[in-house]
């Protein structure tokens, strides 16, 4: 059984749930409040006293639950708006809120996903800022979550950011990529949100603006934490990594640098975050990852918030601002002063006598105390919350300071280390002189002791060559006795001279040892001392030699008398020999005068001869000039036939005068034969100048024959269609010009070896070309069906026309609902310059229709008017082919308009079509001219509305290209963030595109020509040759042939009735 004093702890209990249940409901109409209020469909921004209650919710009950709890239940996937400033109060309290306001989001992680999805898949402003804020907050939560000692303000030390990195170089790694990816989602809502405000025209001063732009004030706190980030993770990358494996990483940190640079300008200028954030600025250029002492310069952007505070504009329904502490605190010292006056039964239930109790006196006075201490916290609040952005500017300025200071300390551990580097170089550099003093000390010795050396030895030669020259003396004194012994007798001459020889040999090989070895002086002294004994032995031989001299002398006596007879046999014989000189001098001195004789006989033959030469080589020099004045007056009549043939194409007489293509072909066909006569004879005369007969002959049917096909040509293009006719003319001219060069050429003895009619033969062979593609061509038309066709055709031409200008008009009117602005301006131009064509065209068919009457009135005589189209059948077929072909042109253009109106076409197809409108007017005035009086004034009337039909034509494509130009949009080509790198690959790239269009154009321009030949072929069908002559007096009529063009559809095709000549693609060397 309870007692009473049990009852006073359970009614205090029950009023203590009570009161904290009136709390929480307080707390939690407050939160809603707030809530509501900060997330609507109004395009305003987030007013920082809803998100500031918000963020205080979540310091309140430590998390994110009532947040969550009411954010769930708005309609997030109805209103892109509300999305959006969800998204941006979700950020607030990410950033600002209680530290497990992250784990509740990562809660609702798929939820966020979810509305992203929704509104990236709608075409639909805000829902794309939606769609990127998404992707956004997603990311921040997955970043945090993973590395938690980052907090998501981002607000960490770097010796935090280094233990978070850790020493794991694969780490360090991933790490850096993950906070890439952070800054590129960060990076991409900032860009998106400008260029909105840009195309949407709004300003930072209007709420529209500013909602978009609110959030970025999270987005520049978030993007300078993640920029010092990535230059730290980066620097310690390169210090551990070579350069090449971080050249993506260095690409990716520029293209961030100047998108990040590029933001902070672009919000630094506008009004609306001047009052609210102050913006750091970047350097000009990115760190040089590649040298480590930049690090040193890096200084930490630091981001300030301005001190203003909102201005509180009172809501209708706001309540009571919440306590920021817990009041109970305060409170329960003021109930413990109380004196305990009453009994604890009175203090629970009150006073019996039911008087009036003085607790609710204390509890008045403690409410009005409550509300002093609120009011003084909330001052003390604003007090300590201006004091704490005081205190951030300040750290934030001291951390600058700090972050100047390390960097000047770098600088100096840098310069400290380069001058060790340098003081190491000079000991090392000192070492190495002292190195080389000692070496050159020790050569210095060793060149002394050599020159010692070298002295000695110089002794020893000088001495070696006294010793010789004494041996020398001694020599020559041996010779003079050993001559004095061999005065008188053969014997002791002949011993003396092998004496001599010995002598000698002895003395050279005495000088040839003392070169060899003068060391071996002593052994010289032996060898001289064994030749002084063999000395001896030869004196004594000597000595026994006169023993025998008597009987030598005999001998001697015999020997004169010998010598005597042998001089008389030889005095004898000169006797005889000066004989035999003196005959052999008579017969040279005959022999001589025979000769004389004989050359002065030769020299008068010769003289003949000579003679007899030169007269032949006069005979022979007079024949050749005979044979060149032959050939040069050939060739100055040939020139006259020619120059009369040149200058019949400017004789009025002669334009009167037409001919056939088939008589042309067969002059043409004559004439190349000539030339290759001509080239042949030509041969024949530089082998052998004295004949010039066959090139004689070749020149003059070459002349006639050339200058009958250049007459031929003129009449022929007097017939021709225009173009044709130009070129035709213009080809039989150059025939001329190039016959008469060749023929000066011929008329030269200088020129004459090295004339040649290559060029004639390649012009005669254009003539040929055109010859051919004027051939008429007919089609299976009944020639008495030809009259009725060509009013059908004008008339369907003039309806086409008609109904051309009607559909552009309703274009016009369409267009003016449809677009506005530049689009508006561009298409009304296009359109009034097609309605302008098509007024020009329309004249030129009613001139034209004027001009066909008068012709048929003209030419018809006596005959009927289908009568005279069938006899003019060929006329007839081009001018029902330009009809069809003005039509055709003008319904394309009509539709190529309309496509290009809807932007559902080209530019290009309207330019192609004007071209094909003037190449068609063009035909029809060429088959209207052919057999139009010359001073017709209806022709001349035709002939202006022909070139103002031109003239509307070239405004057409230039109103389109204008056009095209004008809606085009052009980037900017900025290569300042491009390494050398990344530039030489860039260049690489865009020769590699450019040489792949070449190649494209010029596949293109090959197909455009077969399908511009196969055209020809299909359009061409031969018709049955008329009676022609043969001559320039027949009148051939050929159908006026269109411009080439690429070959159309089956279903666009033209009627095939008029044929166009197989034209060949134009050579543009021709």
């Avoid at 970047?282 to 590649?290: A, G, R, T, V, Y």
């Avoid at 008087?355 to 009011?375: N, P, V």
């Avoid at 020398?472 to 053969?490: F, H, I, P, W």
Wanted: aromatic letters at 4%; glycine letters at 4%.
């Amino acid at each position: 059984m309870n007692s009473i004093r049990q009852v006073p702890t359970r009614v205090k209990t029950r009023r203590t749930e009570a009161n904290l249940g009136a709390e929480r409901e307080h707390f939690d109409k407050r939160q809603l409040s707030s809530i509501s209020k900060a997330i609507n469909s109004t395009e305003t921004p987030v007013k920082e006293k809803h998100a500031r209650r918000i963020i205080l919710g979540t310091h309140r009950e430590k998390g994110a639950y009532t947040f969550w709890s009411y954010a769930l239940g708005f309609p997030l996937a109805s209103s892109s708006i509300l999305s959006w400033k969800f998204c941006h109060v979700l950020h607030k309290v990410l950033r600002d809120g209680h530290r497990n306001v992250l784990q509740d989001c990562m809660r609702h992680h798929s939820s966020l996903v979810e509305v992203g999805q929704v509104w990236g898949n709608l075409h639909d402003k805000y829902g794309q800022l939606v769609f990127i804020y998404s992707k956004l907050l997603c990311t921040k939560l997955e970043f945090h979550v993973k590395h938690s000692d980052i907090p998501p303000n981002l607000e960490v030390t770097d010796e935090v950011l280094e233990r978070t990195a850790g020493t794991d170089i694969n780490n360090v790694f991933q790490l850096t990529v993950e906070v890439f990816d952070y800054m590129d989602t960060e990076l991409r809502l900032a860009e998106t949100v400008i260029r909105q405000l840009n195309t949407s025209i709004a300003i930072s001063t209007l709420t529209s603006g500013q909602c978009r732009l609110s959030p970025l004030t999270q987005v520049i706190q978030d993007t300078s934490q993640l920029y010092h980030f990535t230059v730290k993770l980066l620097f310690k990358l390169h210090a551990c990594l070579p350069a090449d494996t971080l050249q993506g990483h260095r690409e990716r940190f520029h293209d961030q640098f100047h998108s990040l640079k590029t933001f902070f300008n672009k919000a630094r200028d506008m009004m609306y975050f001047k009052r609210l954030i102050q913006i750091p600025k970047l350097p000009d250029s990115p760190p040089n990852f590649l040298h480590a002492a930049s690090l040193a310069k890096h200084v930490k952007p630091v981001v300030v918030m301005a001190d203003e505070e909102e201005p509180e504009q009172p809501d209708d329904d706001d309540d009571d601002p919440e306590p920021l502490i817990e009041v109970s605190d305060v409170s329960t010292p003021v109930l413990q002063a109380q004196p305990q006056q009453f009994d604890i039964f009175d203090q629970t239930f009150g006073p019996a006598n039911g008087g009036f109790d003085d607790r609710d006196l204390q509890i008045e006075s403690l409410k009005r105390d409550l509300e002093l201490l609120r009011a003084e916290l909330e001052r003390v609040r604003t007090e300590a919350q201006r004091y704490i952005t005081q205190l951030k500017s300040q750290i934030n300025s001291l951390e600058a300071e700090l972050e100047e200071q390390r960097a000047q300390k770098q600088h100096a551990l840098v310069e400290n280390e380069q001058l060790r580097m340098e003081l190491e170089a000079t000991r090392r550099r000192n070492a190495e002189h002292e190195g080389l003093q000692t070496t050159f000390i020790e050569a210095d010795k060793k060149s002394q002791a050599t020159e010692q050396r070298y002295n000695k030895l110089k002794e020893k030669h000088t001495e070696l060559v006294a010793s010789h020259a004494e041996l020398l003396r001694k020599s020559a004194d041996t010779v003079r006795m050993l001559s004095a012994t061999q005065q008188t007798q053969e014997e002791v001459e002949r011993t003396k001279h092998q004496l001599s020889f010995e002598i000698d040999r002895i003395k050279q090989e005495s000088d040839m040892r003392l070169e060899e070895q003068k060391f071996e002086v002593e052994k010289l002294r032996r060898d001289l001392e064994e030749k002084m004994a063999e000395a001896m032995r030869i004196k004594a031989t000597l000595q026994s030699s006169e023993m025998t001299s008597e009987h030598m002398n005999s001998s001697m006596t015999a020997l004169q008398a010998e010598k005597e007879r042998l001089m008389r046999s030889v005095s004898e014989r000169e006797a005889e020999l000066s004989s035999l000189r003196q005959a052999a001098q008579v017969q040279q001195s005959s022999l001589q005068q025979e000769r004389e004789r004989s050359s002065r006989e030769l020299g008068d033959l010769q003289g003949k001869l000579q003679e007899k030469s030169s007269q032949e080589e006069q005979l022979k020099q007079k024949l050749l000039d005979e044979q060149f004045a032959l050939l040069q007056g050939t060739i100055t009549e040939a020139e006259n036939i020619i120059q009369d043939a040149v200058d019949k194409l400017d004789d009025p007489l002669h334009i009167r005068c037409t001919s056939s293509p088939d008589y042309l072909i067969s002059r043409a066909e004559a004439t190349l034969g000539s030339i290759d006569k001509v080239k042949m004879g030509h041969a024949g005369y530089l082998i052998n100048m004295g004949d010039a007969g066959a090139l004689l002959r070749a020149l003059t049917q070459f002349s006639h024959l050339t200058a009958d096909t250049i007459v031929n040509g003129s009449a022929t293009a007097h017939m021709a269609p225009t173009d044709h006719a130009d070129r035709l003319t213009e080809n039989c001219r150059g025939c001329a010009t190039e016959s008469l060069q060749y023929l000066k050429d011929l008329k030269s003895k200088t020129t004459l070896p090295r004339a040649d009619p290559a060029a004639i033969r390649i012009i005669i062979h254009k003539i040929l070309n055109l010859g051919q593609e004027l051939r008429p061509k007919g089609m299976d038309v009944r020639q008495d069906e030809l009259g009725d066709l060509v009013d059908k055709e004008m008339a369907a031409t003039s309806a086409a026309i008609e109904e051309a200008v009607r559909r552009i008009d309703e274009m016009m009117n369409q267009a003016r609902k449809d677009t506005s602005g530049v689009k508006l301006e561009v298409n009304e131009r296009i359109l009034f310059s097609c309605t302008d064509l098509m007024k020009a065209i329309r004249m030129l068919i009613i001139a034209s229709t004027d001009l066909q009457k008068e012709i048929v009135e003209g030419g018809r005589g006596a005959a009927s008017i289908k009568e005279f189209y069938a006899r003019n059948s060929r006329w007839t077929e081009g001018l029902i082919s330009a009809a069809k072909a003005v039509g055709w042109g003008a319904t394309e253009m009509v539709e190529s308009a309309d496509k290009v109106v809807l932007h559902t076409g080209k530019y290009e197809e309207l330019i192609v079509c004007s071209h094909e409108i003037a190449a068609s007017t063009a035909q029809l005035v060429a088959a209207s001219k052919v057999k139009a009086e010359r001073g017709s004034k209806r022709l001349t009337v035709l002939q202006q509305a022909s070139r103002q039909v031109n003239q509307m034509a070239a405004n057409v494509v230039a109103s389109t290209r204008t056009g095209q130009e004008n809606l085009e949009e052009k980037d900017a080509m900025d290569f300042s963030g491009l390494s050398l790198i990344k530039l030489r690959k860039e260049e690489m790239e865009s020769q590699v595109k450019v040489l792949e269009l070449e190649s494209q154009l010029g596949n293109e321009r090959l197909r455009l020509g077969e399908l511009r030949k196969k055209h020809y072929d299909l359009a061409g069908v031969p018709s049955e040759p008329v009676s022609e002559g043969n001559g320039v007096t027949s009148s051939p009529v050929h159908p006026a042939p269109m411009s080439p063009k690429p070959s159309k559809p089956t279903l666009m095709k033209k009627p095939m009735l008029a044929q166009k000549p197989n034209i060949a693609p134009k050579n543009p060397f021709m």
